[in-house]
């Protein structure tokens, strides 16, 4: 593994159904991230971690839950997934929290709920 | 509320030299970023600045003042590579981090 990787590539998903985008980053960072990213809008924040054992809210956190049960992933899950989660995601990382310092992009998941 | 502006597009000539602006309101300040991305590709980043001046790196520049809520990136000897979205960040003072929606850089030969 080179850096951060993402899983699946894209996805196509029916309304209702439950969905865990993978995040692994092998940097030994500290911090991870989660972002949507849409047309015409800003990186958006899900949630974040700023090391292992620990979770927060961003921007946008409601249908969505992550867990960081150790330092190099950090699962994102959609419990009931809507048509306003189609998106494009990222998970990120840097070497310290609190959104500091540089972040690392994995390449995405383009999720497409129907 | 937050804010961060940016262009949507720019166009500019492969070899010349384009500015790309970034202004801010933000409840504090703790460093501006700037990221490329290509399209359908992962962010990257390419400068960071909090103190006001400008940051060279070869040839990307980046411009800070605080003082008016502004920055710029400045590429020069532009190449076709370069065209990709630039995405400014601010670090407000709870350290959350503000994204403008990018600036769409078309590069014509």
């Known amino acids: 593994i080179a850096g951060i990787t993402q899983a699946p590539t894209s996805q196509i998903l029916a309304a209702g159904r439950r969905m865990t985008l993978r995040c692994t980053q092998d940097?030994?960072?500290?911090?991870m991230y989660w972002y949507r990213q849409d047309l015409g809008l800003g990186l958006r924040l899900i949630h974040y971690?700023?090391?292992?054992?620990?979770?927060g809210k961003g921007e946008v956190p409601d249908g969505y839950s992550v867990s960081r049960a150790n330092t190099d992933d950090f699962p994102l899950t959609l419990a009931s997934a809507v048509p306003s989660q189609t998106s494009v995601y990222f998970c990120?990382?840097?070497?310290?929290?609190?959104?500091?310092?540089?972040?690392?992009f994995g390449p995405g998941t383009r999720l497409t709920v129907l | 509320g937050q804010n961060i502006d940016q262009p949507t597009e720019m166009t500019a000539t492969e070899g010349a030299i384009v500015q790309i602006n970034c202004t801010y309101q933000?409840?504090?300040?703790?460093?501006l970023f700037w990221y490329q991305q290509h399209a359908g590709e992962a962010p990257t980043f390419l400068s960071y600045?909090?103190l006001d001046g400008l940051e060279e790196k070869g040839r990307f520049s980046s411009f800070l003042s605080r003082s008016k809520g502004y920055s710029y990136l400045l590429l020069k000897e532009l190449q076709m590579k370069d065209s990709a979205s630039y995405l400014c960040?601010?670090?407000?003072?709870?350290?959350?981090?503000?994204w403008g929606a990018g600036t769409k850089l078309i590069i014509k030969p």
């Open positions: 990120a990382s840097s070497m310290e929290g609190g959104m500091k310092s540089e972040q690392f």
């Open positions: 940097m030994r960072h500290n911090a």
């Open positions: 971690s700023n090391t292992a054992g620990t979770t």
């Open positions: 933000t409840s504090g300040f703790n460093g």
């Open positions: 600045n909090v």
């Open positions: 960040a601010v670090l407000d003072s709870n350290y959350q981090l503000i």
